[in-house]
């Protein structure tokens, strides 16, 4: 459990970079309080994204905590809360790194040294099943804000085609597009 004392300390210093937060030692202690929760919360995603090191995660944990200290800068309140609004936006940011590298690299090749082998064991690790779950929760996203806001939807759409309606035609126009549409056709 930790001890009141180091809550303390922890929300003096935060207190003292929201004051100023050009403050680098208010800064630099605060980070050095809060370094072994980045290091808890980087674990899970250290063997997943190979050319991601602890150094990496550090850096990402650096700017959520700057992030974090500019949020609390615009409402006080949080910084009674200030240890679980960080842990939540930088479990949020190691997270998000994670998907863009899943987006981005469908499989990987993982290759390790065998202990006392003098070997390299290697395998392809896959996302693919992740990734359809990321672009599904995305889609369902999309529909929801489109349904929730189909004026503003419609009426973006609408100044889009009316900006661009000459470059929309000649493009409707081409081979390409005529039979995309005859295709589309053909399946409904």
């Known amino acids: 459990m930790i001890d009141s004392e180091f809550i303390e300390r922890r929300k003096k210093y935060s207190l003292a970079c929201i004051e100023d937060l ?108 992740y990734r359809q779950k990321i672009i599904e929760k995305k889609k369902i996203s999309n529909r929801k804000y489109r349904l929730a806001n189909k004026d503003k939807v419609n009426e973006c759409h609408r100044k889009y085609y009316q900006a661009h309606k000459k470059e929309l035609i000649e493009k409707r126009n081409t081979p390409e597009a005529k039979e995309a549409t005859r295709m589309r056709c053909k399946k409904w």
């Not at 680098?24 to 991601?52: D, G, Q």
């Not at 995660?57 to 200030?82: A, C, H, M």
């Not at 981005?104 to 996302?127: C, F, H, P």
């Open 22 to 129: 050009n403050d680098y030692n208010s800064l630099n202690c605060l980070y050095h309080m809060v370094k072994n929760l980045m290091t808890h919360y980087m674990e899970a995603y250290l063997k997943h994204i190979p050319f991601y090191d602890q150094d990496d995660y550090y850096q990402v944990g650096i700017i959520t905590l700057w992030r974090v200290l500019q949020r609390v800068y615009k409402e006080p309140s949080i910084v009674d809360n200030f240890t679980n609004y960080f842990i939540v936006s930088l479990k949020n940011a190691y997270a998000q790194e994670f998907k863009k590298f899943v987006l981005s690299n469908i499989r990987i090749a993982a290759t390790w040294e065998r202990e006392g082998e003098g070997y390299l064991t290697g395998r392809l690790v896959g996302y693919e099943e």
